[in-house]
């Protein structure tokens, strides 16, 4: 009887299958138990802000060592220096300028991240670097290199003097970029937009 | 009257033999089965990691070096980051089932390990099967011995779906290790935080380790 119904086909198949389910069953309800690694990361940022500390011209003292009975008839050009809303941006301004007049603006640098940076370049850039004999920081505590550790800040002098190539009544524009980057890194270019940094070993 | 006297005395007699059918000695024999099971049972018990937060401070480590895993002391020696590592029984049942890795104020190739013991505290021996890598966004990575048979797991994890990788994970390949009851091993994790990692963010990703009883290891391999 019983030989004639597994010779059938069809219990034969039933049977195979509940040997199969039988056998996953066994697998799916294994004893098993799990340990758990629960890890977060928690990047810090970093970010460097300027400020203007103060910023003038030296008008009034050449005209002090030349002997003018009144320097301050000598004060006929201006410079103003105003920070952007994001303290990322200083904007320069010098009015009615003229070759042989030192222009400065003091310049603040912080780390205000809570990472320390290191600067990894000061550039120059525009017409202006063609007619200045001076356009850079000239306390020298501003400078590729330097490192400013979180909440640290350094003041430094940004001096513009035109030679007399400068043309009149002419607008001269000038940008000063500075890049920090993390100091582990340093002086490792900064990513691009395009991939990962050069760094990325 | 001879009648009624033989009437009497068979219904003594078949009262006779009923009786005696039913005091007929007899005895039982019973088999018991009581089937007391184990239990499967794993717990962390202890931990080492790096540049903990609560210790000394010291200067922190930086990865460069994924090849190799050749840590070094960041430049300069500096401490800006550090780890956290705590035990946690979320069950309450007595036992560590999870560890807490928190990294802090972390910056590119900032990099911190965890060294952890494992403990069979159960009653059977156990293997260790798999390592299910869950990130927040749902997706998961198994790992088991198919998947790298004695190498380490060593993988790059997207933590912000930004399609970048922010994190760094070397995972010491414990797959098939037996323990024994009472018996510890210990692991080795290794995280380096990647350049493409977003600033001043929360990134988080959870591991689950997976133990077997050792007789059904193939079958739980096979199961996949």
Known sequence: MLKGKISTGIPVVFLALIAVLGITAGALALWWESLTIDVTVNTGYLEA??????????????????????????????????LSDDNKTVTIVINNAYPS????????????????????????????????????????????GLQLEPDDEVIDKLVIHLTNNAEENVTYTGKVTIIVEQWNEYPTPPPTETGLPTSFR | MNKKLGIIISIAVLAALLGGITALWY?????EAVVDTAELDWEFTDFFF???????????????????????????????GCTLVEEIDTDNDGDFDMLNVTLNNTYPYYYTAVNFWVHNNGEVPLKVWRLVI???????????ENEVADNPIITQLDLNNDGKPDVFLWFENAFGDQLEPCQTIDISMHITV??????????????????????????ALSSE
């Open chain 2, 50 to 80: 790096f540049d903990s937060c609560y210790l000394v401070p010291g200067p922190d480590k930086n990865l460069f070096d994924f090849v190799e895993l050749n840590p070094v002391t960041a430049p300069e020696g500096k401490d800006v």
């Open chain 1, 101 to 144: 007049i030192s222009y400065w603006c003091e310049i603040d640098l912080k780390n205000t991240g809570t990472i320390p940076f290191k600067v990894y370049n000061i550039t120059f850039e525009g017409n202006l670097t063609e007619v200045a004999d001076k356009f850079e920081f000239t306390d020298g505590t501003i400078y590729a």
């Open chain 1, 49 to 82: 802000q300027l400020s203007v500390h103060g910023f003038g011209d030296n008008e009034t003292e050449i005209a002090e060592e030349m002997g003018e009975p009144d320097p301050s008839v000598k004060n006929v050009s201006s410079i103003n220096c105003t």
């Open chain 2, 194 to 219: 990647l350049q493409p990692a977003p600033q001043n963010e929360t990134l988080h990703f959870q591991l689950t380790l997976d133990a077997v009883t050792w007789n059904e290891y193939a079958e």
């Open chain 2, 134 to 144: 869950i990130l927040d966004n749902g997706t998961q990575y198994v790992y088991t």
């Open chain 2, 27 to 31: 005895e039982e024999l019973e088999v």
